[in-house]
């Protein structure tokens, strides 16, 4: 089991991280803080600057956290925070799947770090080779990933979309 865990921390995390850093640096065929700027500005993310360097370090770190299996629950519950912004602003209208930019790929990422913050990060991990594991009691889990639901959701009712992006 502990195997498989570190597997699927690995490549989500990485994943994630990579995510994060095409809209920070323009890696991996990204836009960058400028050009992510511009798209957060659209859907009504103002200063969009400032929204596009949150979600992108948020994605980031959060990213190389569950990679690394460190911080238990944090990681998974900064994947929550901004993959239910991208969900509702961006990809909601498109239905469920991604061939349609739909919330397919935004909602596996969500699930995969609720299920790593609910299982825990295994004996591969930093927490484990830290002793940080007894730390992560359920409380602290559940706690965790509410206040991550909860950042997003007033992520969310910080948006001010205009005219343009309210019917996209």
């Known amino acids: 089991m502990d195997a498989g865990i570190l597997f699927a921390r690995v ?15 323009g890696w991996f065929g990204g836009y960058g803080l400028a050009g992510t700027a511009g798209f957060f500005e659209a859907l009504g993310f103002r200063p969009g600057r400032f929204f596009a360097a949150t979600a992108a ?46 919330i397919e790929v935004p909602l596996l990422y969500g699930v995969a770090g609720v299920a790593l913050a609910l299982t825990g990060f295994g004996a591969f991990s930093l927490d484990s080779a830290l002793g940080l594991t007894e730390f992560w009691t359920p409380a602290i889990v559940w706690s965790a990933l509410a206040v ?10 910080l948006r001010r979309p205009g005219p343009a992006s309210a019917h996209a």
């Not at 995390?13 to 809209?23: R, V």
């Not at 991550?148 to 009712?157: D, E, K, Q, R, Y």
């Open 148 to 157: 991550g639901t909860l950042g997003g959701i007033v992520n969310l009712a």
């Open 57 to 102: 370090t948020t994605e980031l770190v959060a990213g190389l956290l569950v990679a690394a299996g460190l911080l238990g629950p944090v990681g998974p519950a900064l994947f929550v925070s901004v993959m239910l912004v991208a969900a509702v602003s961006v990809h909601w209208p498109n239905g469920v799947f991604a061939q349609s930019n739909g």
């Open 11 to 25: 490549v989500v995390g990485l994943l994630m991280a990579a995510h994060g850093s095409q809209k920070l640096f």
